[in-house]
């Protein structure tokens, strides 16, 4: 599979049920808007309709999918995302904020289910054509702390407590094992701001280069459209 080349920033926020990803997510999107980074935001399962229709069948508990059949899902609705929008707009250099990823898919499936892992990788590679994150963040809760904030659980939120453990506990080894570009955050209660401004300190150091076309302050200067120069 090539590796595809491409001038824009794939960004993941993770985490386990209701550990304020779609808050933070939010937070961060409001930064590059009001600093004027073209960014598209996007979640997973979904943002195309097909990936949309797919997240309806994942999420019904009704159905008690198989734990393959899950794992095809999100990849079908992984490979229809990046092809028609995320490797698009990561072409035209914009920052591609994701809520959820492959890394979802090796906590859940992977860690969760005790799908083989190296099968995942794999399948999250055909699904991306080779894109992994620039910058992922991933928020470490206490799952009986995230689930107790579930109203309408889902197929996933109903799966119990100790899957929720392994989803978790997978997700802290994730950040491990990928520390060039991946950071844990500890979920703080009551903190949405401090975790933001921790989240937005990783992204401007990891993307401190990219980000210097649009933030000149961010460590970098830039002089007569040459390349940035560090200060
Ligand atoms: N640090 C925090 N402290 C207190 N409440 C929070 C915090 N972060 C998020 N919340 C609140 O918790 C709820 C769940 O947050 P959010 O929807 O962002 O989580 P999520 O990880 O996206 O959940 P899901 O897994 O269901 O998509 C929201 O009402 C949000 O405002
Ligand atoms: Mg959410």
Redesign the pocket.
């Known amino acids: 599979m090539p590796i595809l080349n491409y001038p824009g920033k794939y960004i993941v926020i993770e985490?386990?049920?209701?550990?304020?990803?779609?808050?933070?997510a939010d937070l961060l999107e409001q930064y590059f808007n009001e600093k004027k980074v073209p960014n598209i935001r996007v979640r997973e399962p979904g943002g195309v309709p097909s990936a949309e229709s797919i997240r309806k069948i994942v999420k019904d508990k009704s159905l008690s999918l198989e734990h393959i059949t899950e794992l095809f899902l999100f990849e079908a609705a992984r490979t229809e995302l990046f092809a028609k929008k995320s490797i698009p707009a990561l072409k035209e250099g914009k920052i591609v904020l994701s809520?959820r990823s492959g890394d979802a898919t090796k906590a859940y499936q992977g860690y969760g289910d005790g799908i083989d892992q190296h099968w995942i990788n794999w399948m999250n590679m055909q699904a991306t054509f080779g894109i992994s994150p620039d910058v992922a963040i991933i928020?470490d809760i206490n799952p009986e702390v995230?689930l107790a904030?579930?109203t309408h659980p889902d197929a996933f939120?109903a799966k119990g407590l100790e899957y929720h453990k392994r989803v978790n506990e997978g997700y802290r080894k994730i950040a491990q094992e990928h520390l060039d570009t991946h950071i844990l955050i500890k979920?703080?209660?009551?903190?949405?701001d401090s975790?933001q401004n921790l989240i937005r300190a990783h992204v401007n150091t990891k993307l401190k280069k990219f980000l210097s076309q649009y933030i000149p302050s961010n460590g970098y200067v830039v002089e007569n459209n040459s390349q940035p120069k560090k200060q």
Do not use: L, N, T, V
């Not at 979920?187 to 949405?192: K, P, R, T």
């Open positions: 985490g386990g049920e209701g550990c304020g990803k779609s808050k933070q809520d928020i995230g904030r579930e939120a979920y703080q209660d009551g903190s949405i975790m």
